[in-house]
């Protein structure tokens, strides 16, 4: 067995990136959870609902899974479920059959405005003694940074 180059990098337990993984999925666990036990609602369907709720005209479900960062297809069991239960409505995009829109229905809409209320409360308690202000901003960096390598891996690949 060969030893590790001691000049190369080793992973620690506190590495940035790991941490930020760490919290992630403890947060999204956390608010999927808190989700399910208040609204009978899984939080990829209400992030689902989220991003078509933020849009005026009614989203394609490609927008959608762009909007998300998901498969096409885990946007469309996500709808189906949706539609199933009354929450959102999906019709052909004018002058092209093979796109699917996504809208809210009235329910939908009622149910989301509630549980973005609800959640938002819970978000505050796992965000205690954070300044969310300065978070987000940092957040919304990490987020412009990472699509800007996002595209240029994209543009070195052809």
């Known amino acids: ?81 949706l539609s199933r239960a009354g929450l959102v409505t999906v019709h052909h995009a004018p002058g092209d059959r093979r796109t699917q829109r996504v809208a809210l229905t009235e329910r939908g809409a009622r149910r989301l405005a509630e549980a973005w209320q609800g959640l938002v409360a819970y978000q505050n308690t796992l965000l205690s003694g954070i300044d969310q202000h300065a978070l987000g901003t940092r957040i919304d960096l990490l987020v412009d940074n990472a699509e800007s390598a996002e595209r240029a891996r994209a543009a070195t690949r052809g």
Not at 30 to 51: C, I, M, N, S
Not at 53 to 74: H, K, T, W
Not at 75 to 80: F, G, L, P
């Open 1 to 81: 067995m060969t030893s590790p180059d001691e000049t190369a990098v080793q992973p620690h337990i506190d590495d940035l990136c790991f941490r930020l993984h760490q919290a992630a999925t403890l947060v999204d666990r956390l608010v999927d959870t808190w989700l399910r036990e208040h609204w009978a609602l899984p939080a990829g369907q209400f992030w689902t609902l989220v991003a078509v709720g933020l849009r005026e005209e009614s989203p394609s479900q490609r927008e959608i899974a762009r909007e998300l960062g998901v498969s096409r297809a885990a946007v469309t069991a996500r709808v189906r479920a």
